[in-house]
C-alpha cells in the first residue's frame, strides 16, 4: 500500500467480517424434533451484532472511506500490513479508535484489497483493509471532515471510488416556468434554497427526501445545454450520490406525475431555466 490506498477490484457482493459460527443439527435428527431445552447452567445464545454498513464520504481530501454516520476512517503506516496486530494501543487507541467488527461494505465501493480482520491485544476485532488495520479519528466530529489526514505524516484516509452504471441522459422540457431541465423521463427538476452550494450535503432528509427525491448520478447531460455552473455529485448519508449543478444537489417532486409539470415550484424550491433560445 502506498501513501493513499488506491481504489481496486470492486467488491462482487456485499463484504460482512463478522465473528459469526455456523450452527447446524446433529446427524440423523428427526424433522419432528424439537430443538432440547438448554440445561442447567448453559449461557443462553447470544444474537450476532449488526454489522456497520460503511459508505463513501466527499472530504476536503477527496471521496474516502467513512462509518455508518460519515466519519472519516485511516490507516496508519506505523503498522505493518498483513501481520496481524496494531502498533496503535493505549493512548493511541483513545486517539485513533479502531474500526471494530462486524462491518459491511456496499459493492459500489471499490477498496485498495480485501477486508479482513485483526485480534487486537485487548480481545476486540479490529477490520483491516489491505492488511492495514482501520481507524477512525477523534478529531472528526462531523461527515466530511478528514482532520486526521497527514497527521504526524504517517496518518492516512482511506480513498475509495464508487463504480455506477452509465447515467441516464437528461432532457429540457417546456413547462409553464418556461424551458427547463428535466431527469431523462421528462419530469422537471428543482433546486432548495435551504441547501448551501459546495457544502457536500443535503438540507433535505428523513420525510422531505420523500417528497422531493434526489436526482441519482450519474446522468449526462443534453448535447449544448447551457446550465449556471459545473455537474457534480454529493454522497448522501445512505450512500447514495445525488447529482448537483454549481454545488447545488437537484431533486424531482413527486408531484408532478408528467413532463411539463411544475407543481413543485415555489417557496424555497426552483426550476433549473434555461435559455429557450438554444432549443
Not at 90 to 96: D, N, P, R
Not at 119 to 129: F, K, N, V
Not at 195 to 224: E, F, I, K, Q
Request: with cysteine.
Amino acid at each position: 500500500m502506498r501513501h493513499y490506498l488506491p481504489a481496486v477490484a470492486l467488491a462482487a457482493a456485499l463484504t460482512l467480517v463478522s465473528g459469526c459460527g455456523i450452527f447446524s443439527s446433529g446427524a440423523g435428527a428427526s424433522p419432528a424434533q424439537s430443538t432440547p431445552p438448554a440445561m442447567a447452567g448453559q449461557a443462553p445464545a447470544v444474537a450476532a451484532p449488526a454489522a456497520t454498513i460503511l459508505r463513501a464520504q466527499q472530504t476536503g481530501a477527496g471521496s474516502v472511506l467513512a462509518t455508518a454516520t460519515g466519519l472519516t476512517l485511516y490507516y496508519y503506516t506505523g503498522d505493518q500490513p498483513g501481520n496481524g496486530a496494531s502498533a496503535c494501543t493505549g493512548s493511541c487507541a483513545v486517539t485513533w479508535p479502531p474500526l471494530l467488527a462486524p462491518v459491511q461494505v456496499p459493492s459500489v465501493i471499490k477498496l485498495a484489497g480485501p477486508v479482513g480482520q485483526i485480534t487486537r491485544t485487548d480481545g476486540l476485532t479490529q477490520i483491516t483493509i489491505d492488511g492495514y488495520p482501520i481507524y477512525r479519528y477523534t478529531g472528526d466530529t462531523a461527515p466530511g471532515q478528514a482532520n486526521g489526514n497527514n497527521v504526524g505524516g504517517q496518518w492516512h484516509v482511506v480513498h475509495v471510488r464508487t463504480s455506477h452504471a452509465k447515467g441516464g441522459l437528461m432532457r429540457v422540457e417546456n413547462t409553464p416556468a418556461g424551458v427547463v431541465l428535466a431527469n431523462p423521463h421528462g419530469l422537471t427538476v428543482y433546486w432548495f434554497t435551504a441547501d448551501h452550494p459546495g457544502s457536500g450535503v443535503s438540507a433535505c432528509t428523513g420525510g422531505c427526501a420523500a417528497t422531493w427525491l434526489p436526482v441519482v448520478a450519474p446522468v449526462r447531460m443534453p448535447p449544448g445545454v447551457k446550465l449556471a455552473g459545473p455537474v457534480g455529485y454529493i454522497v448522501r448519508p445512505d450512500g447514495t450520490r445525488q447529482v448537483t449543478i454549481d454545488g447545488y444537489p437537484i431533486y424531482r417532486y413527486v408531484g408532478d406525475q408528467r413532463p411539463g409539470q411544475v407543481n413543485g415550484l415555489g417557496g424555497h424550491w426552483r426550476v433549473i431555466h434555461l435559455p429557450a433560445a438554444h432549443y
